[in-house]
């Protein structure tokens, strides 16, 4: 029944509203509800059953499910989605300075594919606000963790400022990674995003390269203890260049790959074309990225030493979805897109079918 309300909601309500509208809408919805008390029913509704527990990159996860980047961008919400019962929450992405975005409309549905077109353009409140917000929040997480409570592990994904030109790249990287590190229990490097202008190329290996080592040399010297890394891909990289960032990775003993980040492409949708091109650029996400997820996925596990870990998100929108990338070799899986379809219970229905698997 809460389903089916949220989708009458959604086809009567949000679905008439700006995407980007919405989106605050839900959020500041999940943030008052959380004031009120209702976080704590829902955390009693939605707490991921122990037999989920995943270990992952020296952390523990309530879940191995969790909310990708791109949801949260500035750490505003992390305990209210927090009671919703995900494994995790991948806060950001933030850029060394506040930054407005992309010029409005940026957000777009695409109803018939449940898929989304975005071109936000990492709009944040820089990384020194969003520390800020993460510091109070794990006084929170940490006085809930000593009660028993669930809580989730908080990583924190760092993209490129766009002023600041490709040259600069590795310093605009480490603003972010100094004010985060401390406050993240892990990192991501976002090289994927198709929405900053350059940023891309920052996936070639001889760019990666310097920029991982950077990171990882800064994370380790303000932090009292390890952070993991991990960077995130574009599912439009070819073979070859999945496989030279797995060797980079094993070559660097880097923590984990995030795979796969949106996508330029536009093959595949039911959307009619017309559409799609009205809409113009952005980063595509849903259902429609899901078989080239899986391809990376496994191309990644076959290529990764075992020691690393494969996050994958990219179209996975049910509980089957989320198993199968686990049978092919994730260690995490995270969604995002589905949630703006399916609402704040989709969540609880995800972790009650691994569950279920786990159980059997």
Known sequence: MPALLYRLAFRTVLSRMDPEGAHRLVVRGLRAAHRLGAGRVLERLSRPHPQLETEALGVLFPSPFGLAAGFDKGATAVLPLASLGFGHIEVGTVTGQAQPGSPRPRLFRLVQDRALINRMGFNNDGAHEVRERLEATRRH???????????????VNLGKTKAVPLEGAVEDYLVSTKALAPVA??????????NTPGLRQLQSIEALRPLLMAVREQADAVSEQHVPLLVKIAPDLDDEDVDAVAGLVSELSLDGVIATNTTISRQGLRTPPAEVERIG??????????????????RLRRSLPKAAAIISVGG??????VARRLEHG????QGYTAFVYEGPLWVRRINRALAVRAVD
Request: aromatic share 2%.
């Open 185 to 194: 229990d892990y990192l991501v490097v976002n090289v994927s995003s198709p």
């Open 316 to 321: 996975a929108a049910t509980g089957d979805d």
């Open 141 to 155: 997480v940490e006085r809930l963790r000593s009660a028993g409570r669930h809580v989730p592990v908080i990583g």
């Open 281 to 298: 650029a952005g980063g595509l996400s849903g259902p429609v990225l899901a078989e080239r997820s899986l391809e990376v996925l496994a």
């Open 330 to 333: 994730a260690d995490l899986v």
